[in-house]
Nanobody, 119 residues
Framework: QVQLVESGGGLVQPGGSLRLSCAAS????????MGWYRQAPGKQRELVAI???????NYGSSVKGRFTISRNNTKNTVYLQMNSLKPEDTAVYYC?????????????WGQGTQVTVSS
């Protein structure tokens, strides 16, 4: 059973930084992509950043230049370094991954971690 476990959310002041982590556990044979989405109250879930197994990254337009996605392949873990945080970055951040495990290729979601940017 593959699981995604997120950590690193919290309360930060505008202009501050946070780093989120998402670790995939279980029998994993291939990682097609891992990334982050977010959902603010009353809004649709949106892409934050995604990293393919080949190392290509894609960012949502609102976070380009401020957020950086990276990974540790040996730990099947993806990180999101968030700098210059703004109040509008406040949301629940969800890890998403496309992985091949015992059940074949499937898409997985984490449970979400709250990020609040406020003074």
């Amino acid at each position: 059973q593959v699981q995604l476990v997120e950590s690193g959310g919290g309360l930060v002041q505008p202009g501050g930084s946070l780093r989120l982590s998402c670790a995939a556990s279980g029998s994993i044979f291939s990682v097609y992509f891992m990334g982050w989405y977010r959902q603010a109250p009353g809004k649709q879930r949106e892409l934050v950043a995604i990293l393919t197994g080949g190392g290509n990254s894609n960012y949502g337009s609102s976070v380009k230049g401020r957020f950086t996605i990276s990974r540790n392949n040996t730990k099947n873990t993806v990180y999101l370094q968030m700098n210059s945080l703004k109040p509008e970055d406040t949301a629940v951040y969800y890890c998403n991954a496309d992985l091949r495990g015992n059940a074949g290729r499937m898409n997985y979601w984490g449970q979400g971690t709250q990020v609040t940017v406020s003074s």
